[in-house]
């Protein structure tokens, strides 16, 4: 820093930095809100994402999509995306989630380790 004194300068400064901690404040809520809402937001690339819509079938062999009707995937979508706070969310999805044993394990997968299977291809 310079020996100046000048304290119309310190107070500029000071000035400026709090509109750009606010306008970053504004960016982070306008991001954050935009991917928890599945809504259309420039991210902090300044990219546009696009809104959130269901996705393909997953094309796996647990048939995913034949699991599920329509209606039903609309349904969590719809619940998903209504949910204000991604822990909201998280909680959401993990009460769809199925824990199952698996049944074949590898040699060196002889862990307690439980297979989780989740709906994911619909977000
Ligand atoms: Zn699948």
Redesign the pocket.
């Known amino acids: 820093m310079a020996s100046s004194s000048d304290e119309g300068a310190v107070l500029s400064v000071v000035k400026k930095r709090k509109r750009g901690f606010r306008s970053v404040e504004y960016k982070r809520g306008h991001v954050k809100r935009g991917r928890v809402k599945g809504l259309e937001h420039i991210n902090y690339a300044s990219k546009v994402v696009a809104k959130k819509k269901i996705g393909n079938d ?1 094309k ?1 062999k ?3 999509f034949g699991r599920l009707l329509e209606g039903d995937r609309e349904e969590i979508f719809t619940n998903f995306y209504a949910k204000e706070t991604k822990d909201e969310q998280d909680s959401y999805l993990q009460a769809l989630v199925e824990v199952v044993q698996v049944k074949r394990r590898r040699p060196q997968e002889m862990n307690q380790r439980s297979h989780v299977r989740v709906i994911s ?1 619909i977000m």
Do not use: I
């Open positions: 997953c796996c647990l048939k995913c291809s």
